[in-house]
């Protein structure tokens, strides 16, 4: 092992990169969790979504990163609308784990049929010419890009648990959460509410793809990889806490990159390794509520 | 309605059935194994014994995760990692060790057992979607293990694994003599799996499943009974990848990998969870369509995912489940 200072720093600043897409797509599950009781297990898809969607726009319609950035989560949202509608919404009286196996058949389903159209290859998506280039922090040369990444996504991150945490709609979606019969007892539309958590769940999942494009190669597996690893940061961090599953997602991003730079070897696997050791010492995660 | 009352329409007298039936089947389900019996007997004449074969391990494997889903009410996601593991171990032992037949299916069922005490611990630790979101993340390491350790030869498997022969007696390089004996080793599992159900422990497994709060109340030990059912279920999915990593003389990183844990959540979604012969329904389905489906490369990913979401939505209770509710028995 070679304990190269700078290589660490660069490391972990890269890990970063990858922590904010774990909390992007660790939000937008337990968001949905929260409110549908619903484990999304085609998130990783919807993120690959956001992605094949960017290159479409793009190779079809001449349509460049920032519109790709507006345009794509309204079409992942669109999209997540009817799914809600059509398949989610008639498993809701049933046991939870009906929902898990639906969302992972339609993962396949739509792996499945991306798969059918591209081919199994990555396919190019080039960074937008505004953020081309690197700055120098001293240690390393950090891609303008990346570091647009790690921004927007704290940003994004932040300003959901804003609306969550301090809007008067916030408050309606966390009473939901609570008590939805009493909420729907207000003359709240509580099954409306439900589609456009899920649509608003997914199109993060969404937007994530198309930060994700440049930099990841946009192939159809990149959304089965990535959300087994969410899975994991979300049971560390306990899906009690918005800004809990924030905090875990950049933290174990972080501590990736370290392992990345010190061990190597262990760095596909340190996260599975922090998931037994909190569910040994604190098994409802670092900030869940208890059962 | 949930899962749980779903399994209480199966009927309560389990004891009073096995009494009166042979090998401890009920009726209709003692005609079930008869008729599962004569399709091993006829089917290597119609079909290639290779292909029936991966199908019979792909059964067992199913029982056992269906034990788990089907009787304790705990869904894993990932018994890839027993099947994979156990199919790594046999035969890296066969072929690196000089292990026979017998003592590499051996290795292999106790490594299931062995991964399976170590998930267990840490994953019933939470219930419902945790449980499957922890282990799936464990198979998951497992997985990513096995891609960076030399033992397991990276992309290309452990290959050339000897067959050898059962006692020192029956050569299995043999299809045919290694055909007669996974058909037997399947038919024996299917009565097991019943005995197992019916038995005294079953009973509590289910007891668990319908309702873990009373259990408690009674004095058993819940976790106990969730960990030891785990265990079991990881041993005899160890076992089936052990005997499918003899019969194909390889064992690969695909064994490990999500997709093995997903087909047997298919394959028991399809037969019918908590039914005894829905693993054999659901894994003829399931591999018919994979066989068939193979030229067409992604496809088969399409139509599984299609055939998920059709089955949760319209036949929930799998095959063999609406075929239970319809005639009112238990298969």
């Known amino acids: 092992m070679d304990f190269n200072l700078n290589l660490i720093l660069g490391q972990m600043v890269l890990g970063l990169v990858n922590g904010a897409f774990y909390a992007i797509l660790s939000l937008g599950l337990s968001i949905i969790f929260g409110l549908l009781g619903v484990i999304n297990f085609a998130h990783g898809v919807f993120f690959m979504l956001g992605a094949f969607a960017a290159y479409m726009l793009s190779e079809v319609f001449g349509i460049g990163y920032w519109p790709a950035l507006i345009l794509v989560p309204l079409m992942i949202g669109a999209l997540g609308v009817v799914v809600e509608v059509t398949l989610i919404r008639s498993l809701y009286k049933l046991d939870h784990l009906y929902g898990l196996l639906l969302t992972l058949g339609l993962a396949f389903a739509i792996e499945g049929l991306i798969r059918i159209v591209f081919g199994p290859q990555g396919l190019p998506y080039s960074i937008p010419d505004s953020l081309r280039g690197a700055i120098n922090l001293g240690f390393m040369f950090l891609p303008y890009y990346r570091a647009w990444v790690v921004i927007a996504g704290i940003i994004l991150c932040l300003s959901v648990w804003l609306v969550i945490e301090r809007t008067p709609l916030g408050a309606k979606l966390r009473a939901a959460t609570d008590n939805p019969q009493m909420v729907q007892a207000f003359g709240i539309n509580v099954p409306v509410m439900l589609t456009l958590t899920y649509a608003a769940g997914v199109a993060l999942a969404g937007i994530g793809g198309v930060m994700a494009a440049p930099i990841m190669s946009v192939d159809p597996a990149m959304g089965t990889n990535i959300v087994i690893v969410v899975f994991a940061v979300v049971v560390i961090g306990g899906m009690g806490s918005i800004f809990g599953s924030i905090l875990t997602g950049l933290a174990l991003g972080l501590l990736e990159g370290f392992t990345k730079a010190v061990f190597a070897e262990a760095s596909s696997t340190v996260i599975f390794v922090v998931m037994v050791i909190v569910l040994i010492a604190r098994p409802r995660g670092l900030f869940g509520k208890m059962a | ?331």
């Open chain 2, 1 to 331: 309605m949930t899962l749980a009352d779903m399994k209480q329409m199966t009927p309560s007298h389990p004891m009073a059935e096995t009494a009166l039936h042979p090998l401890g089947f009920s009726r209709a389900r003692f005609i079930l194994f008869v008729v599962t019996a004569l399709a091993v007997v006829i089917a290597p004449f119609v079909l290639y014994p290779i292909f029936l074969m991966k199908i019979y391990c792909f059964i067992i494997f199913a029982v056992a995760y269906n034990l788990l889903l089907g009787y304790t009410g705990l869904m894993s996601f990932g018994h890839a990692a027993f099947w994979g593991m156990g199919a790594y171990l046999t035969a890296y032992s066969a072929a690196n060790w000089g292990f026979g037949f017998e003592a590499a299916l051996l290795t292999g069922t106790v490594t299931g057992a062995a991964l399976g005490l170590i998930f267990g611990l840490v994953a019933i630790r939470r219930t419902g979607l945790y449980f499957a979101m922890i282990t799936l993340a464990l198979a998951q390491m497992v997985y990513f293990i096995c891609l960076q350790s030399p033992f397991t030869g990276g992309e290309d498997g452990v290959q050339g694994v000897p067959r050898g022969s059962l006692l020192g007696l029956v050569d299995l390089n043999n299809d045919w003599n290694l055909y007669w004996l996974v058909g037997t080793i399947l038919l024996g599992t299917i009565i097991l799996s019943n005995r197992v159900v019916h038995s005294p422990f079953g009973q509590v497994l289910r007891a668990i499943r319908n309702n873990p709060a009373r259990a408690k109340s009674l004095g058993y030990n819940v976790d106990r009974y969730k960990l030891c059912a785990f265990v079991m279920s990881a041993a005899l999915a160890g076992f089936a990848g052990g005997l499918k990593a003899i019969i194909f003389q390889i064992a690969t990183l695909t064994d490990v990998s999500t997709v093995a844990s997903t087909e047997a959540v298919l394959i028991t979604l399809v037969g019918g969870i908590g039914t005894i012969f829905g693993p054999a329904v659901g894994s003829i389905i399931v591999l018919s369509l994979e066989h068939y489906l193979a030229p067409f490369g992604p496809w088969v990913m399409f139509t599984q995912g299609v055939v998920f979401v059709f089955f949760v939505l319209v036949f929930r209770k799998g095959l063999l489940g609406e075929f239970q509710s319809y005639f009112k028995t238990s298969l």
